[in-house]
C-alpha cells in the first residue's frame, strides 16, 4: 500500500496559524558564580604524581593545586587567596 507524498503547496495551505515564534531560553549562568574555569595541561608524569599526592593525603587535586597558587602568590608578595577572596565579597 503506497501513501500520498504531502506536496509543500499543500502544507503551506493547510497551515491556518501561523508558527508561534521561537523562544530561545535565557543564558544560565555559571553553575559557580564568581568562579571562572581554567583548564591545566600536565605532563603525565606531573599529573601522576599529583593524583597519587592526593589520593595518599586524600584530597582533592584541585586542593594541591591551590595550595601551590597560594604559594606563588606568596613568594611574590601577592595577595593570598583567602585575601582575594575576603576582598571580593
Known amino acids: 500500500m503506497s501513501r500520498k507524498r504531502t506536496s509543500l503547496e499543500a502544507l503551506l495551505r493547510d497551515s491556518a496559524e501561523p508558527a508561534p515564534p521561537l523562544v530561545l531560553p535565557a543564558p544560565r549562568p555559571g553553575r559557580r558564580p564568581g568562579v571562572r574555569q581554567q ?44 585575601e582575594l577572596r575576603a576582598r571580593a565579597d
Do not use: C, N, W
Open 39 to 82: 583548564t591545566v595541561y600536565l605532563p603525565i608524569p606531573v599529573y601522576e604524581q599529583l593524583r597519587r599526592l592526593a589520593f595518599e593525603e586524600r584530597v582533592k587535586m584541585h586542593s594541591l593545586l591551590m595550595e601551590g597558587l597560594d604559594r606563588v602568590f606568596r613568594d611574590r608578595g601577592l595577595p593570598s587567596i583567602g
